[in-house]
């Protein structure tokens, strides 16, 4: 079996097995090869890296998936914490980071929803906010 990335005519690229590279080229001439995205047939190969397998006594670059986990579970437990004192304020979050900013509203920690277009104007009149790295579950909607 070889997998191939291949991208149609629309620019969509995917990933496809083939028993063989004659049997891309067979299946791609009879039409049988099509974009799963929008259908196209006009299918052709992607620029795609090679697959080398690491040397038998060398470690794989980079931390194991273990190691992402405990981090990402890291991540999450500290964020969780720091939004235990905080107070969510739904799609009013930008009106009220800002009416803090300005000095109409006592400060105090909150969280809530923001479109870009709220934060990148929010970053540009220079109220200090940041994305939160993991989605909140707005209390409502939680069990």
């Known amino acids: 079996m070889i997998v191939f990335d291949l991208r149609c005519a629309t620019g969509h690229v995917f990933e496809a097995w083939f028993a063989s ?10 039409g049988q090869v099509e974009c799963p995205l929008c259908g196209d047939r006009q299918i052709e190969k992607a620029v795609m890296a090679p697959q080398i397998a690491a040397k038998g006594n060398s470690k794989p670059d980079g931390p194991s998936p273990q190691a992402m986990k405990a981090a990402l579970e890291h991540l999450a437990q500290a964020q969780a914490k720091m939004l235990e004192k905080s107070t ?25 929803q923001a479109s870009l277009a709220e934060a990148k104007a929010l970053v540009e009149e220079g109220v200090p ?9 707005p209390p409502k909607l939680t069990n």
């Open 88 to 112: 969510w304020v739904g799609t009013a979050f930008a009106d009220k980071a800002r009416a803090m900013h300005e000095g109409d509203a006592p400060p105090a920690p909150i969280h809530g």
């Open 21 to 30: 590279s004659a049997a891309y080229a067979e299946q791609r001439e009879g």
């Open 129 to 137: 906010v940041a994305p939160l790295p993991f989605p909140v579950v």
